[in-house]
């Protein structure tokens, strides 16, 4: 028996021949197989019997009242399998690729995203996608999460912690946390300062819309066991900035952000015993669109090859203890 793949590239068997010859395998009857494929009996007995003449080999006993595989019919039916799966494959990644010529990605973006990497994701994803259409939109501390629920974004740049089975984070990197301070607050002139100096402070919150994990975290919640004592409640980071150069307020931020949001008559402070904070991509929970999943891997691989772009930041796996995991 010549081999399937010869007898393909020769172009003597056609991928039909192939269903129709697995069909029969699968039923081990002319007029079930037959009906299975819209075809007449007749016709479907003529193609098996082509089949069996350009292999050059019997794949199929029909001495007796029923039909049989042969040795050789089952080593074929293995291979034709195979072949007919890949080019149902191949079809599916055809037409996917095919979609992304009119596919629009919408990217959410919370404030300072993924530091300086930002942009060598985004660069990154439009040359190897240059047909899928970039959306940016940006996002607030109320609407991070629901933007990518409701589908308003397809993926996002957030910082865990994040509870909430809906949407899926995937890490990319952990940096140190620092602390805002008016000028004239009275650790402004310190070098740094330890979480225990903030614990007792008055703290720019979230608005009780946000997410509660996440809000809680910014003021040190999950290490004092309680709320904070609140100076102020905000939507979005400027206010924040805000709040603090003016009301004397204080509030945390992860290390890219104190490169991107600066108000005057307020000073940024490293804490020295502080968590990271984890910067990650969100996307929908379950199966992703191609173009989605695309850029939550550009993402992933940056930040494994580049992640010296964004100073200070670390792999997740070398945080200190207690680092959010992207969850």
Excluded at 63 to 78: K, P
Excluded at 136 to 156: K, P, S, T
Aim: with cysteine; charged share 20%; hydrophobic share 45%.
């Amino acid at each position: 028996m010549r081999g399937i793949q010869a007898i393909l590239e020769g172009d003597r068997v056609e991928l039909r021949q192939l269903e129709y010859a697995v069909a029969l395998a699968e039923t081990l009857h002319f007029g079930q197989a037959s009906a299975k494929l819209y075809i007449a009996q007749s016709a479907f007995s003529a193609q098996i019997a082509r089949l069996e003449k350009e292999v050059g080999a019997q794949l199929f006993d029909r001495s007796s009242n029923r039909v049989a595989i042969t040795a050789a019919g089952e080593l074929f039916i293995s291979r034709a399998q195979e072949i007919l799966n890949q080019v149902q494959e191949a079809s599916r990644d055809a037409a996917s690729l095919h979609s992304l010529r009119t596919r629009q990605l919408k990217v959410g973006i919370f404030h300072e995203a993924a530091g300086e990497l930002t942009p060598l994701i985004v660069h990154a994803y439009q040359k190897s996608y240059p047909d899928v259409e970039l959306v940016f939109h940006e996002l607030n501390m109320i609407d991070q999460i629901d933007a990518i629920v409701d589908g308003v974004v397809d993926v996002a740049f957030l910082r865990a912690p994040v509870n909430d089975r809906r949407i899926r984070l995937t890490a990319l990197f952990a940096e140190p946390r620092f602390v805002g301070l008016s000028m004239h607050h009275h650790l402004a002139r310190c070098d740094a300062v330890t979480m225990e100096d903030l614990m007792d402070e008055s703290f720019v919150l979230a608005s009780p819309q946000a997410p509660s994990l996440w809000r809680g975290y910014w003021a040190f919640d999950d290490v004092r066991g309680g709320p904070s004592r609140v100076a102020t409640t905000v939507d979005r980071v400027w206010e924040s900035v805000t709040a603090i150069a003016y009301h004397n307020a204080v509030d945390t931020f992860p290390g890219s952000a104190t490169r991107t949001h600066h108000a005057p008559g307020m000073v940024y402070l490293p804490i020295k015993d502080s968590t990271y904070s984890t910067s990650a991509i969100a996307v929908r929970s379950g199966k992703l669109p191609l173009h989605v999943a695309a850029f939550e891997k550009v993402a992933t691989d940056l930040a494994r090859t580049s992640l010296s772009a964004v100073p200070g930041a670390v792999p997740l796996t070398e945080a200190p203890q207690g680092t959010p995991p992207a969850v």
